[in-house]
Every structure is written in structure tokens, then in C-alpha cells.
């Protein structure tokens, strides 16, 4: 489960990236989207238009085979039921945020008021996305990090347009140090 506590960060990119990161491998990636602006299912739904569907990647159906269920989520602060809910059943929750002070402030917010438990808090990793190499904000991330109760996940989405292309181009449009990072998160959502 994918969750940030504002537009922006990153997180509907996020749960699609790696969805397809499994490109190539018997794992198959169903898509959750509980997002209202509906991105991910947008994202899914135009290359399936395209005549080049995501492999191993469809939007979520009752019965479907699915070895990973990705569920991308609307911004939380104050969480919906159906957000509520989704948490509790997930096996890791992955909160994303940006190096900006706004959103470390709003992911403060998010942290505090969804994941309420020891256990859910356990589960749930923050990744830092959207950060920009070499900026001031990028070097504190470290240090950043040590106000969320949650454990912070080494790897970094780093500001990259070809995170953008994907939306058009697919896996194929990241370069290989997109590729790196992206398969590095998915590493670490094992620990």
C-alpha cells in the first residue's frame, strides 16, 4: 500500500514503477486505485488503448491471480474507512514524501493520525521521493527522517524526468539509474 500525505510526492508514479519493476518475472502485479483523480488506473488503462498492456500489470479484479496487490491511495491526513482499512490488511505500508518542509510537516500529520499502532507502524516504511541530488533539502534527508516513528527506506526516488515518461513510454523509458532505483526499493521492502 502506497500512501503520502499530499499531491505530488510522487506516489501514484511510486506504486506503478513498481508494479512494473516484476517486467520480465513470473510475478503478477494487481492495481488498486483509491485514488479519486484515478492516475493509476489512467495509466494502466492507456496503454492498454495503446495496444501494448503493462506486463504482468492490470488494474485489480476480484479473483484475479495476483502475487502483489499495489494499492495507490488519495492523499491522507485524516484517513477515509476504506484507506483505514487497506492498511490494516496490507502486509507493508509504503509512506512517500518529498524533501520539501511542507511535506515532511503534512507526512508528520499522515504518520500520526493512520498508523495509530505499534503493529501498524511496523509495517510501514517512508521513502523519500522527488529529491533533487546535491540540494541542501537532499542532504539533511538523514537527519530528516529521525522525527518519523517509522523506519526510513535507504533508497531515494531522485527527481528524474524519465519517472514521467514512464506514464507514456512504460518501464522502458527509465534509464538505468531510474532502473537501479526503483529495483532498489523494491529490495527494501523485504526488510
Sequence with gaps: ???SAKG???KTTVTMLLAMAFEGTDIESGVID???Q???SNWIDYFEREGKPIPQVEKYRKGGKYDIVWVDTPPVVNAKEAVKKEVKKADRVLVVTSDSPMDIHATRLTIENLLTTPALKKKARL???RVKKGTGLSKTVDEVSKI???KRMKPIIHDRNCYREATTDGWRALTADAKNEVNAVVK???N
Design 8 to 10: 505530488g510526492t510522487g
Design 34 to 36: 483509491l485514488d479519486p
Design 127 to 129: 521513502l523519500f521521493t
Design 1 to 3: 500500500m502506497i500512501v
Design 148 to 150: 518519523f516513528p517509522i
Design 188 to 190: 527494501s521492502l523485504h
Design 38 to 40: 484515478g492516475s493509476a
